[in-house]
């Protein structure tokens, strides 16, 4: 699922950047420049919305830029991220599945030696618009 939410930079010293997301509790990051500060952002907010996903908790409805306030040097940036395509990279392993297919399809899968795992990856991913 696709996430956009505002976070707010706050330079500190010696170049370093801390971030929060006001809209998410316990959502926040530094990082050592302003390109890892963006990095650390983006990870930080995919794995807190990853998180919620997976323990069904309800996501809150990202407030607009403009209503969020800054004080001082602090500004802020909307930062956007994929949990489907994090989910890929970080639960890819197997998990075994149990079917029931007629006797001569299977018989006649495994002379033409038909990798059952692939197809049926390929024929649930077309099923289900999964686009790679």
Known sequence: ????????????TN??????????????T?????????????DVLCLTLYDMEQDKKPIPTASRPKDIKTIG???TSVVAVDTET????????SVKKTLTIPMWLNE?????????SG???????SHLHIEE
């Open 1 to 12: 699922m696709k996430h956009t939410y505002t976070a707010v930079f706050t330079p500190e």
């Open 119 to 125: 197809i049926l990856q390929d024929a649930l991913k």
């Open 73 to 75: 040097e602090q500004f």
């Open 86 to 93: 994090y989910r890929r990279i970080y639960e890819n392993k």
């Open 30 to 42: 530094s990082g050592d420049d302003m390109a890892d500060a963006v990095y650390m952002a983006q």
């Open 108 to 116: 006649r899968a495994e002379r033409a030696n038909i990798n059952f």
């Open 15 to 28: 170049g370093l950047y801390s971030v929060i997301f006001p809209d998410l509790p316990g959502c926040y």
